[in-house]
């Protein structure tokens, strides 16, 4: 399935010249990783579910002084990122952390709905 995808994003990555929607200005990317999202569909849609994730973790955690840490530490991640493969597998695993994050925070209950099959 990952290979699928990351076929998938191969083939269009360069094809759209226009920015997408991601969580930032895609005019001041700096990154390679970001330079890849904003050129292509599939990343920015799910850099726009990710951010929705982690809008939800930072509000369960209060942005506490440990989320902010992991959140740093976890762009750096990314940051780190020379392939589409790298920053797909940098979202999935960050969908399941935030996830997470919001489970433990909230006490357990649901992190996030449509999360079925995320560890």
């Known amino acids: 399935m990952t290979k699928t995808i990351i076929a998938a994003l191969a083939l269009g990555l360069f094809a759209a010249a226009s920015a997408n929607a991601v969580s930032w200005d895609c005019t001041k990317a700096r990154s390679y990783s970001e330079k890849l999202i904003c050129a292509s569909p599939d990343l920015s849609k799910m850099d726009d579910h990710l951010a929705v994730t982690y809008e939800k973790a930072k509000r369960a955690t ?15 991640r990314r940051e780190e990122c020379r392939s589409i493969g790298c920053v797909v597998d940098w979202y999935q695993t960050s969908e399941a952390y935030y996830s997470e994050i919001i489970r433990r925070a ?14």
């Not at 209060?62 to 750096?76: D, P, R």
Request: proline letters at 3%; hydrophobic letters at 30%.
């Open 62 to 76: 209060g942005n506490s002084a440990v989320f902010k840490k992991f959140q740093n530490e976890n762009w750096k």
């Open 106 to 119: 909230t006490g357990g209950a649901s992190a996030a709905r449509g999360q079925a099959g995320r560890p």
